[in-house]
T-cell receptor, first 111, second 114 residues
Framework: SQKIEQNSEALNIQEGKTATLTCNYT??????LQWYRQDPGRGPVFLLL?????KEKRKERLKVTFDTTLKQSLFHITASQPADSATYLC??????????FGPGTRLSVLP | KAGVTQTPRYLIKTRGQQVTLSCSPI?????VSWYQQTPGQGLQFLFE???????NKGNFPGRFSGRQFSNSRSEMNVSTLELGDSALYLC?????????????FGSGTRLTVV
């Protein structure tokens, strides 16, 4: 069955540094992969979608890579700020099918 | 434009009762999905509706059911509540397929079963 892993349950970094979060999947060939941010008690917020034929995607301070050979996506936040502290979820998927969310990584950016 | 609206925000029910949760998607969105989120299991997919038809279903018992109306509004129902059903229930909508541009989630309904 499909399995999705995110590198660590929690990640602490200093303000201004680059945060790198990892999403690995097995027994799956997704056509795309999405990243979401979730704050406590709130629903996830969509951040970025990257398709299998795209190697990299950027949006402001965010960068996502997608390596279908390694079955891995990396999510980077550059010049991190305390306001970036949240749980980040990855979700590989295929069109017309429900997608499965990873367990999430709780990021804390320390001032 | 208005976001995804879920009602009620909080709910306390007793074991054995049933509950109905409501979701109003973004105007024009035809796909509505439901997720259950618990600290131990994370986000678990319940089902997806598209144009009033269930398009996908997760691995939950038959006590969990849903429907979608012609205006795309959706409801989910849980019958014979168990303590383990306590969770944050999230509704998400997209125009057609979340793979085209992601889901927009509501703030959720926090269900507590006592």
């Amino acid at each position: 069955s499909q399995k999705i892993e995110q590198n660590s349950e929690a990640l602490n970094i200093q303000e201004g540094k680059t945060a790198t979060l990892t999403c690995n999947y097995t027994n799956y060939s997704p056509a795309y992969l999405q990243w979401y941010r979730q704050d406590p008690g709130r629903g996830p917020v969509f951040l970025l979608l990257i398709r299998e034929n795209e190697k990299e995607k950027r949006k402001e301070r965010l960068k996502v890579t997608f390596d279908t050979t390694l079955k891995q996506s990396l999510f980077h936040i550059t010049a991190s700020q305390p306001a970036d502290s949240a749980t980040y979820l990855c979700a590989p998927g295929n069109y017309g099918q429900n997608f499965v969310f990873g367990p999430g990584t709780r990021l804390s950016v320390l001032p | 434009k208005a976001g995804v609206t879920q009602t009620p925000r909080y709910l306390i029910k007793t074991r054995g009762q049933q509950v109905t949760l409501s979701c109003s998607p973004i105007s024009g969105h035809r796909s509505v999905s439901w997720y259950q989120q618990t600290p131990g299991q994370g986000l678990q997919f319940l089902f997806e509706y598209f144009s009033e038809t269930q398009r996908n279903k997760g691995n939950f018992p038959g006590r969990f059911s849903g429907r979608q109306f012609s205006n795309s509004r959706s409801e989910m129902n849980v019958s014979t509540l168990e303590l383990g059903d306590s969770a944050l229930y999230l509704c998400a909508s997209s125009p057609t397929d979340a793979g085209r541009g992601g889901y927009t989630f509501g703030s959720g309904t926090r269900l507590t079963v006592v």
